[in-house]
């Protein structure tokens, strides 16, 4: 007999069905820092020109798939080099995904931990994807393991999160130079968290050959939106073009980053309050006792507590939402990942933590 369960069973691929999907936690009524998410709403007059610009679009028909005008605002707004091409993405989640599969079945390396997607994407694809392990005492790069494993694997492509999720620290440079010298392949520095970090390597993208600058609007303000961009040598850029999903920007998020893009002052205020408050949120928690915050340069902390477990589901039933990351390797044992939010939820946040001590 067919049932839906015996053909999925005998049709998908044995590692898809031992695999768990992405957990994403109901946040209903609670508050909201386990997703590094910009606490602040768009300024109100922003919010009513985009009803506007978003009600007049013609939602009957696709995007335009090359996304010139785009590409030219996004260059524009984050001085990407004239001379690099960019690609969009839906999220820097699906440009992941595609660098991936242009070089599938290749390996995938990283500096680990590091964000989970570039395991799960490489799996995905068929391709074997190699975690080394970051130093555990500060979750520096190890560069003599990475030299090792790049000569070994000869790694398609080489992750590099700048800063790095979950771990909040930014890799030192002359370690990045000599990855970058040393892979035969790309080299794709990650910097999601650009915003809160003020480094960036996009400035030096013409320096080297095999070198790709990855972004996302996402931490700056607009997760919602579905928008990530990656820039680099057109060589690199036109192979990746080729296996993007020819409408994968939709025409509201589209518009949507074209217009907020022009107002990108406010989001970038709020991009400096968020680091103001993370100087402040890092010495409130160093003062709570059997807390150990490590030195964060992007929108969250990562802090080591006597029991993770416990004072996650704690802070939970007070309120509060924010990740255990302990779980995801065992350089991260009772640590706690929280996303810095307004002011208000910050006090909220340590009076949960504090109580759950
Ligand atoms: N890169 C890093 C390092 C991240 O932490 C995240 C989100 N957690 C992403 C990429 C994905 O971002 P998005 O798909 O929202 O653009």
Redesign the pocket.
């Known amino acids: 007999m067919k049932t839906p369960a015996s053909s999925a069973q005998r049709f998908v691929r044995a590692d898809v069905q031992a695999m768990a999907s992405y957990h994403v936690p109901d946040a209903t009524g609670l508050i909201k820092l386990d997703?590094?998410e910009n606490p602040y709403g768009l300024p109100e007059q922003v919010r009513h020109e985009l009803s506007q610009a978003l009600s007049a679009l013609a939602l009957n028909r696709y995007p335009q798939p090359a996304y010139a005008p785009l590409k030219e605002a996004l260059k524009a707004a984050f001085d990407i080099p004239a001379a690099s091409q960019v690609i969009v993405?839906n999220?820097?989640?699906?440009l992941?995904s595609m660098l991936i599969i242009a070089t599938a079945p290749g390996v995938v390396i990283s500096a680990w931990p590091?964000?989970v997607?570039y395991d799960m994407s490489a799996r995905f694809a068929g391709s074997r994807f190699v975690g080394v392990p970051l130093k555990a005492q500060d979750f520096s790069l190890d560069v003599e393991a990475m030299l090792a494993a790049i000569a070994e694997h000869q790694p398609a492509v080489v992750f590099l999160?700048y800063p790095?999720?979950p771990t909040g620290n930014c890799f030192d440079e002359a370690a990045m130079l000599s990855i970058l010298q040393a892979a035969p392949g790309l080299v794709v520095i990650?910097e999601?968290?650009q915003p809160f970090a003020q480094s960036t390597w996009m400035n030096r993208l013409a320096e080297f050959p095999n070198l790709v600058v990855?972004r996302?609007?996402?931490?700056l303000g607009l997760?919602g939106v579905?928008?990530?961009y990656m820039a680099g040598a057109a060589p690199w850029i036109e192979q990746f073009e080729k296996v993007r999903p020819p409408y994968n920007v939709n025409v509201l998020s589209e518009a949507a980053v074209r217009l907020v893009l022009k107002h990108k002052a406010a989001l970038d205020a709020q991009a400096e309050q968020l680091r103001h408050d993370r100087e402040a949120l890092q010495k409130a928690l160093l003062a709570l006792p059997g807390v150990n915050p490590f030195a964060s340069r992007a929108n969250f902390i990562l802090a080591r507590v006597p029991d993770s477990a416990r004072i996650f589901a704690a802070m939970r039933e007070r309120g509060v939402l924010i990740k255990d990351v302990s779980k995801m390797h065992p350089m991260l044992a009772n640590c706690l990942r929280i996303t810095i939010g307004s002011p208000s939820e910050n006090q909220a946040m340590l009076a949960a933590l504090s109580a759950s001590l």
């Open positions: 997703a590094m993405g999220g820097s989640d699906e992941i590091s964000f997607m999160a790095n999720n990650d999601a968290y990855m996302t609007v996402s931490k997760a579905r928008l990530g």
